[in-house]
C-alpha cells in the first residue's frame, strides 16, 4: 500500500453482523404487517442497507437519497442540502430512514423534515452508529446500532475523504 494510514479496529465485523440481527428483529416487530420503504443516505449508508434489507424477510421497498453537507472536510458546514432526492412517492408510505451515522444530526433533521412534507403514514429512523456528543440538533432515533465516542471513524460504509468505505470493519482514524 502507498499510503498506510493509522487504523484501529473500533467495531468489528462480527460485532456489526450481531448488533444488525439485532436491529433487524427489532424492525420486524414493528414492521410485520408493513410494506416498508427504505430510504438510506447515500453513500455511506449502502453497506449497511445491503446487510440489513437481507436480515429483513418483509415486502420492503428501497431508495436512496443524497443529502450534502460535509464538504470534504471533517466539520459540517451547518446547513444541507438535498443533492439527489428519491423518486418512489412517499405519501402515505411507512418509510424507514437508514443512515450509517447520526452526528451533529444536521444532515438527518433536514432529510426528516424533508420527508415529513411528504405525507408519508410514518417517518422512522435507523441509524448503524451514533455519535451523541456531537449532537447539535436534537434527533430522535428509533433504531440504534452503537453509541460512538468522539473520534472520526471509517469503515463499513464510512469514509474519509472518500475512501475507507471499503474496510469490513469499523475503525478510528488516528493522525
Ligand atoms: P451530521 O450532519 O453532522 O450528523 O453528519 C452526518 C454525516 O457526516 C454522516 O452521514 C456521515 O456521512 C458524515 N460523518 C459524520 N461523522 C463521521 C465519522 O466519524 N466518520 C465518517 N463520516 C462521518
Ligand atoms: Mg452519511
Redesign the pocket.
Same mark, same amino acid.
Given at each position: 500500500m502507498i499510503f498506510q494510514p493509522q487504523l484501529k479496529i473500533l467495531i468489528s465485523r462480527d460485532e456489526i453482523a450481531k448488533v444488525i440481527d439485532r436491529l433487524a428483529r427489532e424492525i420486524k416487530r414493528d414492521y410485520h404487517e408493513k410494506q416498508p420503504l427504505l430510504i438510506g443516505?447515500q453513500k455511506?449508508s449502502f453497506v449497511f442497507m445491503a446487510d440489513l434489507i437481507r436480515q429483513l424477510d418483509l415486502p420492503l421497498e428501497l431508495d436512496f437519497a443524497r443529502i450534502s453537507?460535509?464538504g470534504a472536510a471533517r466539520e459540517?458546514s451547518g446547513k444541507?442540502r438535498v443533492v439527489q432526492g428519491i423518486k418512489t412517492p412517499v405519501k402515505g408510505k411507512d418509510v424507514l430512514v437508514v443512515?450509517? !451515522?447520526?452526528?451533529?444530526? !444536521?444532515? !438527518?433533521s433536514f432529510l426528516l423534515n424533508y420527508l415529513r412534507k411528504r405525507k408519508p403514514a410514518s417517518l422512522k429512523l435507523c441509524t448503524l452508529t451514533d455519535?451523541p456528543s456531537?449532537r447539535r440538533v436534537p434527533v430522535s432515533i428509533d433504531y440504534r446500532g452503537f453509541t460512538v465516542p468522539n473520534?472520526? !471513524?471509517?469503515g463499513y460504509g464510512?469514509?474519509?475523504n472518500q475512501k475507507f468505505r471499503n474496510l469490513p470493519d469499523i475503525c478510528v482514524l488516528e493522525d
Open positions: 443516505v455511506g453537507s460535509y459540517s444541507a443512515e450509517d !451515522i447520526v452526528d451533529t444530526g !444536521i444532515t !438527518i455519535k456531537r473520534k472520526f !471513524i471509517v464510512l469514509d474519509f
